[in-house]
């Protein structure tokens, strides 16, 4: 479930050069706080969808089993045995391609800088000014993060859309069933 790559976010010129290291501090802050909820936010995606493939896998037995004992019993593709056919090959669908694909692995921008994006020529040839290396810092984290937190919430935007076709598919279940055995009764008289 691979994203677009979102566009790249540059600070302007002019906010660089007037930036204080305090101000660079509180919106690094606050940067850190809007990524670690599109962390958090996967997660909750993730227990969602859990939850959903719990309830459809236990459907899906339950299905199973009544078409397996249903078939063993009179070998008679009645209305009943047809519903729960379909039933399975519905709930199956709804599984594979709906929920599975948001349980499985994604690769999301995790926490942290790596060493060589930190250690550049801009921050080492700057003049001896404690101050302004470290708002070049917080200015590479700030960007780093930014770009983390666009990607992350791409993803999740796309996982939340998955989640919501699940539910849709999984409340209209019932719907589509009933007519399915509304129509096999019909077409098997």
Not at 33 to 53: G, M, Q
Not at 66 to 76: F, Q, R
Not at 103 to 122: C, H, M, N, S, W
């Amino acid at each position: 479930m691979k994203s677009a790559k979102p566009l790249e976010w540059k600070i302007n010129i002019e906010f660089k050069q007037k930036l204080k290291l305090e101000e660079a501090k509180f919106i690094f802050a606050e940067a850190e706080k809007a990524f670690n909820d599109s962390i958090d936010t996967s997660i909750r995606i993730l227990n969602r969808n859990s939850s959903l493939f719990q309830l459809v896998a236990g459907i899906l037995i339950g299905l199973v089993a009544y078409a397996i004992g249903k078939w063993e019993k009179n070998a008679d593709f009645d209305s009943l045995l047809i519903t729960a056919i379909s039933g399975v090959a519905y709930y199956l669908l709804l599984g594979l391609v709906f929920i599975f694909p948001n349980i499985k692995p994604t690769e999301y921008v995790l926490p942290g800088t790596q060493p060589k994006r930190l250690f550049v020529d801009a921050i080492f040839n700057t003049p001896d000014d404690k101050d302004k290396r470290e708002v070049l810092l917080y200015i590479i984290k700030i960007t780093n993060l930014q770009a983390g937190i666009d990607s992350n919430r791409a993803i999740n935007d796309k996982r939340w859309e998955y989640y919501k076709r699940s539910l849709n598919f999984l409340f209209y279940s019932p719907i589509v069933l009933i007519c399915i055995y509304i129509i096999s009764s019909i077409l098997h008289k």
